[in-house]
């Protein structure tokens, strides 16, 4: 197990910041559509295109929110996104119907959009030398708390009734401003220095906008074992309905123990092309053993299942590191909040539009669909190294042109591996 608590105080404060705030979302990703369905009455459908209609508005708050963190300052934006999530999340108390409950999700899922945008130049600043590695041990404590707040929502949905359900709410709600209060013994990080450089420049950065639409749409991976394996597992296997708290379960568990060592062995972009590549070929893999575990007996559907189940998670973590390598290296420091918060459009993208694709190949086609969704994501990975190396082509020119005094030798050192550490294959394991 890696370990969870870092020496710096600075780090110390954004992991338990960050181990509040999961808890909170483990308690809404276990129970919040349950509530609307359940406790407010909403029809599926209608949660359903909420939900997409708050997918598709948060990306963009988020790009612009980054912008304000390059200009005003990392620490102070982070917070407000926290304090306006906690005060919307608290407004789902008074969702009676559709648009009632679009006007509090939509502020949701654009203050935790944002929220993404404005931490990411705190983990750089704050990470070290490596923040790309202090990044995967937030997602290691961030599996951790969402585990822990499923727990407790476990006995909110097994209770079933509207009083239990607003606990949630409140609970959810408590967590955020917690960890928003938090922050309050994280030093200010003071904003970048101002340049003439265009304002939206990372909208202008044509290979980095490249490699966002590739991870956006291998960020489709992230419903797989969410939306379409449970719809899978009941609908078209034998295997016992368990598994699916036992797939949640092993996914977790892999995540927390192997994350931060993933991430070690991607320490440059060229590395994390490559770690794309492998992911690709992984999720491919992955797809076809689900596919296989229908018309099978219990035992061999649920040997397939879980195995397919740790072989996309050890592709989950690949894709995590070169996602956290290549955005953080190709970002200038200068406008590091603008450009990782264009970054996070794919991934928002995947959010809003993932759930649908997944079910309607893997679900309502079925086996066929699996295989498709598969070769996407391999060649999703395979397209990867040639996008890095074509951003970092372009890095070079522009360091050249806007710092003469950086060699291009200096530039190239970013596609080598540092200190020797490893690479390939072998290196994630």
């Known amino acids: 197990m890696p370990k969870l608590i870092p020496d710096g105080r600075p780090q110390r404060v954004l992991v338990a910041s960050n181990l509040i705030y999961t808890m909170g979302s483990g308690l809404y990703l276990t129970a919040g559509v349950p509530y609307f369905t359940q406790a407010v009455r909403l029809p599926a459908g209608q949660v359903g295109l909420g ?4 997918g598709l508005l948060a990306p963009a708050v988020g790009i612009a929110v980054g912008h304000l963190v390059d200009v005003h300052g990392a620490r102070g934006v982070y917070m407000t996104t926290l304090l306006v999530q906690a005060l919307a999340t608290a407004g789902f108390v008074l969702a009676d119907g559709f ?29 070290g030398d490596r923040p790309q590695e202090f990044r995967a041990l937030l997602r290691a404590v961030t599996n951790v708390g969402i585990s822990v707040g499923a727990v407790g929502a476990g006995w909110i949905v097994q209770v079933g009734t509207l009083n239990a359900y607003r606990c949630m709410v409140v609970g959810n709600a408590l967590a955020f401003a917690c960890s928003a209060a938090t922050l309050f013994l994280l030093p200010p990080v003071a904003p970048g220095p101002v340049t003439d450089s265009p304002r939206w420049r990372a909208l202008r950065d044509r290979p980095y906008l490249l490699l966002t639409v590739l991870d956006g749409v291998m960020a489709i991976q992230f419903k797989v074992l969410t939306v379409a394996v449970p719809l899978w597992l ?34 440059s972009p060229v590395a994390g092309g490559r770690a794309y590549r492998r992911a690709g070929v992984a999720f491919l893999v992955a797809c076809a053993l689900i596919s296989l575990s229908a018309g099978v007996p219990p035992r061999a559907a649920t040997t397939l299942l879980i195995t397919a189940v740790v072989i996309h998670t050890v592709g989950e973590l690949w894709h995590a590191a070169a996602g956290f390598e290549v955005s953080f290296a190709l970002a200038p420091r200068d406008a590091t909040g603008q450009y990782l918060g264009v970054f996070g459009l794919g991934a928002g993208l995947a959010e809003a539009f993932g759930p649908g694709l997944l079910i309607a190949l893997c679900i309502t086609w079925g086996r066929p669909g699996w295989y498709v969704v598969g070769a996407l994501f391999l060649l999703t990975g395979l397209a990867a190294p040639p996008a890095v190396r074509l951003a970092l082509r372009h890095q070079h020119t522009r360091q050249a042109h806007v710092e003469p005094s950086v060699s291009p030798a200096d530039v190239l050192r970013l596609s080598r591996p540092r200190g020797g550490a490893r690479s390939g294959p072998g290196a994630s394991r």
Do not use: C, E, N
């Open 234 to 267: 009941i609908g078209a296997t034998t295997a016992p309905h368990w598994l699916i708290s036992g797939t949640m379960l092993t996914g977790t568990v892999i995540v927390v123990a192997f994350q931060v060592r993933a991430g070690r062995g991607v320490d």
């Open 51 to 54: 939900l997409g209609i708050a």
């Open 99 to 127: 648009w009632s409950f679009v006007l509090v999700i939509g502020p949701a899922a654009a203050a935790k959009a944002a929220g993404l945008a404005a931490r990411t130049p705190l983990i750089r600043h704050y990470g």
